[in-house]
C-alpha cells in the first residue's frame, strides 16, 4: 500500500515562536505556586530537600511580583468620619433604656413602703400625740393662767364691793363669793376643754392630710410603677431593637473587614499567577499569530489492487504488450496498422504469430509471472487460488 504524506508548514519565525511557547508551558508547569513569601516557607513533612527549595525560590520570585505590582494592588477604603460618628451613637444608644427602668423599680419599691405606712381607722393616742401641736400645752397652761388671774380679779372686786357696803364676812356675802368661784371654776374646766378639743382637732386634720399626702405620693410612684410596666411590656421590643442593631453594627464592621481580606488575597493571587497570566496572554497572542500562517498535513494513500485486479488487469497489460509489438513491427515494413485495416490490435507480434494464441497455449511466461504473483498474494491472505486453466480462461475472457 502506497501511502504518500504532503507537509504545508508555516514559516520559521512561527515555528521558533511555537516552540519558545512550549518551552516556557512546560518550564511553567513544574514551578509550585505559592502565596505567602519567604517567611511564610517551611518545610513540610514528607517534602524533599529538592521540593523545598523549590518552593523557597518560588516564594522568593512571589515577594519579588508582589512588590513590583504594589501599585496595582486593590485596595479598601476607609469609614467615613460620618459612618464613625453613626456608629459611635449607635452603640451609645444600646442599652440606654436600663436607667429609667432601674429609676421605675425604685419608684415602685417607694409607692409599696408609702403605702404600708398609711394609717387606717380611728386615730390612737400615740397619733394624737405625734400629730399634736408641740406648743399645746404651753398654750393651755398660758390660757389657763390668764383666766385664773381674771377671776382673782373678779374676786377681789366682790369682796372690795361687799366691804364697801358693810357686808364682807356676813352669809350673804359668803354666799355670793361661793357661786363665783364655782361658775368660775366651771369656766375654767370649759375653757381648757375647749383648748383640748381645738388641739384635737388640729391633730386630726394633720393627720387627714398626712394621709392624703401620703396617698397622693403613693399615686405617683405607682404612676411611675405602671410606666415602669409599659416599659417591662416593651422591654423585649427594644431588646430586640438592641440585638438588631447590634446585628447592623457587627455586619458593617464584618462587611469592612471582609473587604480588606479580599484585597489582601486578590493582590496574593495577582502576585502568584503574574506569570501564568502573562504567559497566557503570550499563549493568546502567538495562537491568533499562527492561525495567519497555518500548517496543514495531507496523506494520500492508495491501496493495492487485489488478486481478483491483478487478474483481470493482466489480459489488458499482455494484450498492450503483444499490441505495441506487432504495430511496431507493421510500421517497421511501412505495412497499414491493424486498427487502419480494421483489424484487432494484438493478435500478432512483431514476427507475425498470433499474440493472443500464444498467451492461450498457456507458454506466455507474462502470463506465468502474472499466475505466480496471483497464486503468492492469494496465500498470503490466506485464501484458496484458482487453477491456472481457470486463471487462463478468466484472462483470455477479459480480452475477447
Known amino acids: 500500500m502506497a501511502v504518500q504524506t504532503v507537509q504545508n508548514?508555516?514559516?520559521?519565525?512561527?515555528?521558533?515562536?511555537?516552540?519558545?511557547?512550549?518551552t516556557q508551558i512546560t518550564a511553567q508547569s513544574a514551578i509550585p505556586v505559592v502565596a505567602p513569601g519567604t517567611g511564610g516557607i517551611t518545610q513540610l513533612a514528607g517534602e524533599t530537600a529538592d521540593q523545598f527549595a523549590a518552593r523557597q525560590k518560588a516564594a522568593q520570585q512571589f515577594d519579588i511580583r508582589q512588590q513590583s505590582?504594589?501599585?496595582?494592588?486593590?485596595?479598601?477604603?476607609?469609614?467615613?468620619?460620618?459612618?464613625?460618628?453613626?456608629?459611635?451613637?449607635?452603640?451609645?444608644?444600646?442599652?440606654?433604656?436600663?436607667?429609667?427602668?432601674?429609676?421605675?423599680?425604685?419608684?415602685?419599691?417607694?409607692?409599696?413602703?408609702t403605702l404600708s405606712g398609711i394609717p387606717t381607722g380611728a386615730m390612737t393616742t400615740a397619733e394624737t400625740q405625734q400629730f399634736m401641736s408641740p406648743y399645746q400645752s404651753q398654750v393651755i397652761d398660758a390660757t389657763l393662767a390668764?383666766?385664773?388671774?381674771?377671776?382673782?380679779?373678779?374676786?377681789?372686786?366682790?369682796?372690795?364691793?361687799?366691804?364697801?357696803?358693810?357686808?364682807?364676812?356676813?352669809?350673804?356675802?359668803?354666799?355670793?363669793?361661793?357661786?363665783?368661784?364655782?361658775?368660775?371654776?366651771?369656766?375654767?374646766?370649759?375653757l381648757q376643754a375647749g383648748l383640748l378639743q381645738q388641739g384635737f382637732g388640729q391633730a386630726q386634720a394633720a393627720r387627714q392630710q398626712d394621709i392624703a399626702n401620703r396617698f397622693g405620693l403613693s399615686q405617683a410612684q405607682l404612676g411611675v410603677g405602671q410606666a415602669e410596666s409599659g416599659l417591662a411590656a416593651a422591654l423585649p421590643g427594644l431588646q430586640r431593637a438592641d440585638v438588631a442593631?447590634?446585628?447592623?453594627?457587627?455586619?458593617?464592621?464584618?462587611?469592612?473587614?471582609?473587604?480588606?481580606?479580599?484585597?489582601?488575597?486578590?493582590?496574593?493571587?495577582?502576585?502568584?499567577?503574574l506569570p501564568q497570566e502573562q504567559l497566557d496572554r503570550f499563549a493568546g497572542q502567538v495562537t491568533g499569530l499562527m492561525g495567519g500562517y497555518p500548517g496543514q498535513t495531507q496523506q494520500t494513500v492508495t491501496p493495492?489492487?487485489?488478486?481478483?485486479?491483478?487478474?483481470?488487469?493482466?489480459?489488458?497489460?499482455?494484450?498492450?504488450?503483444?499490441?505495441?509489438?506487432?504495430?511496431?513491427?507493421?510500421?517497421?515494413?511501412?505495412l497499414p496498422s491493424y486498427k487502419a485495416?480494421?483489424?484487432?490490435?494484438?493478435?500478432?507480434?512483431?514476427?507475425?504469430?498470433?499474440?493472443?494464441?500464444?498467451?492461450?497455449?498457456?507458454?506466455?511466461?507474462?502470463?506465468?509471472?502474472?499466475?505466480?504473483?496471483y497464486v503468492f498474494e492469494m496465500e498470503e491472505m490466506g485464501r484458496q487460488p484458482m487453477s491456472f486453466e481457470q486463471f487462463k480462461m478468466m484472462v483470455l475472457s477479459g480480452q475477447g
Do not use: C
Request: no cysteine; net charge negative.
Open 341 to 373: 485495416e480494421g483489424g484487432r490490435a494484438g493478435y500478432k507480434d512483431g514476427t507475425g504469430e498470433e499474440g493472443i494464441m500464444k498467451m492461450a497455449s498457456g507458454d506466455d511466461p507474462l502470463l506465468i509471472d502474472e499466475y505466480n504473483k
Open 146 to 190: 390668764e383666766f385664773d388671774r381674771n377671776r382673782a380679779i373678779q374676786e377681789q372686786s366682790i369682796r372690795d364691793q361687799q366691804a364697801k357696803l358693810g357686808v364682807l364676812g356676813a352669809g350673804r356675802a359668803g354666799v355670793q363669793l361661793a357661786e363665783f368661784g364655782t361658775g368660775a371654776a366651771r369656766e375654767r374646766a370649759l
Open 9 to 22: 508548514l508555516p514559516a520559521q519565525f512561527v515555528q521558533d515562536i511555537g516552540k519558545d511557547l512550549a
Open 304 to 334: 493495492n489492487p487485489t488478486p481478483l485486479q491483478t487478474a483481470l488487469g493482466v489480459g489488458t497489460t499482455l494484450a498492450g504488450i503483444y499490441g505495441a509489438l506487432g504495430e511496431g513491427a507493421r510500421a517497421f515494413k511501412g
Open 69 to 113: 505590582i504594589a501599585g496595582l494592588a486593590p485596595q479598601v477604603a476607609g469609614q467615613d468620619p460620618l459612618q464613625t460618628q453613626a456608629q459611635t451613637l449607635a452603640q451609645a444608644g444600646i442599652g440606654s433604656f436600663q436607667p429609667a427602668l432601674t429609676r421605675a423599680q425604685t419608684q415602685v419599691g417607694a409607692a409599696g413602703t
Open 245 to 273: 442593631q447590634l446585628g447592623t453594627l457587627g455586619a458593617l464592621n464584618q462587611a469592612q473587614a471582609q473587604a480588606q481580606l479580599d484585597a489582601q488575597r486578590e493582590a496574593a493571587r495577582q502576585a502568584a499567577f
